[in-house]
């Protein structure tokens, strides 16, 4: 089974991307959707987090504003957030990674945002990195209306720079157009059949 890791800067074009190969077969496992899981009605990460920062869940869910007021206030709140959800979204991982093993898939994408800060990428045959030039990547994040220039700035900050995740990746795939990104999806997924087969 190959693994393709998936990553790219906020903005970019990863989400398309992922249901692009989602699309065409592969199965694929969002890092995102996996904290939302943890974090929503029966989520495993609510009580650990209630424990480790009183008042910032309900009565089923974590309450994120609440989590990013205790980051704001406090510089180690990060650090211990991710202690708590780093190893139950490996589980989460690991548990898909298995079952797709077990059922003799020839392909899957982890779609994970963080996949080289993370140091997941040691996890993955293969890594794709999705990019755009930063005046669309701003106007794509800009237009959600969800962020103001300056969250976007700290994001950004935080985050590898995208020539240093091109510069990692096996595959890189502009996503100016629908068409172009579709269209490096195939070539790519024709490359990988390749190295099955060989």
């Given at each position: 089974?190959i693994i393709l890791g998936l990553t790219g800067s906020?903005?970019?074009?990863?989400?398309?991307?992922?249901?692009?190969?989602?699309?065409?077969?592969?199965?694929?496992?969002?890092?995102?959707?996996?904290?939302?899981?943890?974090y929503g009605p029966g989520g495993a990460a609510i009580?650990?987090?209630?424990?480790?920062?009183?008042?910032?869940?309900?009565?089923?869910?974590?309450?994120?504003?609440?989590?990013?007021?205790?980051?704001?206030?406090?510089?180690?709140?990060?650090?211990?957030?991710?202690?708590?959800?780093?190893?139950?979204?490996?589980?989460?991982?690991?548990?898909?990674?298995?079952?797709?093993?077990?059922?003799?898939?020839?392909?899957?994408?982890?779609?994970?945002?963080?996949?080289?800060?993370?140091?997941?990428?040691?996890?993955?045959?293969?890594?794709?990195?999705?990019?755009?030039?930063?005046?669309?990547?701003?106007?794509?994040?800009?237009?959600?209306?969800?962020?103001?220039?300056?969250?976007?700035?700290?994001?950004?900050?935080?985050?590898?720079?995208?020539?240093?995740?091109?510069?990692?990746?096996?595959?890189?795939?502009?996503?100016?157009t629908i068409q172009a990104a579709e269209a490096e999806?195939?070539?790519?997924?024709?490359?990988?059949?390749?190295?099955?087969?060989?």
């Amino acid at each position: 089974m190959i693994i393709l890791g998936l990553t790219g800067s906020i903005g970019m074009g990863k989400s398309t991307t992922a249901a692009m190969f989602a699309a065409r077969g592969v199965p694929v496992w969002d890092a995102d959707a996996a904290v939302g899981a943890l974090y929503g009605p029966g989520g495993a990460a609510i009580p650990a987090i209630e424990d480790a920062f009183p008042g910032s869940t309900t009565e089923n869910s974590v309450d994120r504003s609440a989590l990013k007021a205790e980051i704001t206030k406090d510089r180690t709140a990060l650090k211990r957030i991710e202690a708590i959800v780093h190893p139950l979204v490996a589980q989460d991982r690991a548990a898909f990674l298995d079952h797709h093993r077990n059922a003799k898939s020839a392909l899957v994408l982890l779609d994970i945002p963080l996949l080289f800060e993370t140091g997941t990428d040691a996890l993955c045959d293969y890594t794709l990195t999705v990019t755009a030039p930063p005046d669309i990547q701003r106007a794509r994040v800009l237009e959600r209306g969800t962020m103001t220039e300056d969250q976007l700035a700290a994001i950004l900050a935080a985050q590898m720079p995208d020539a240093d995740k091109r510069a990692r990746a096996d595959f890189v795939i502009e996503t100016l157009t629908i068409q172009a990104a579709e269209a490096e999806v195939d070539h790519i997924l024709i490359q990988l059949k390749g190295s099955l087969d060989a």
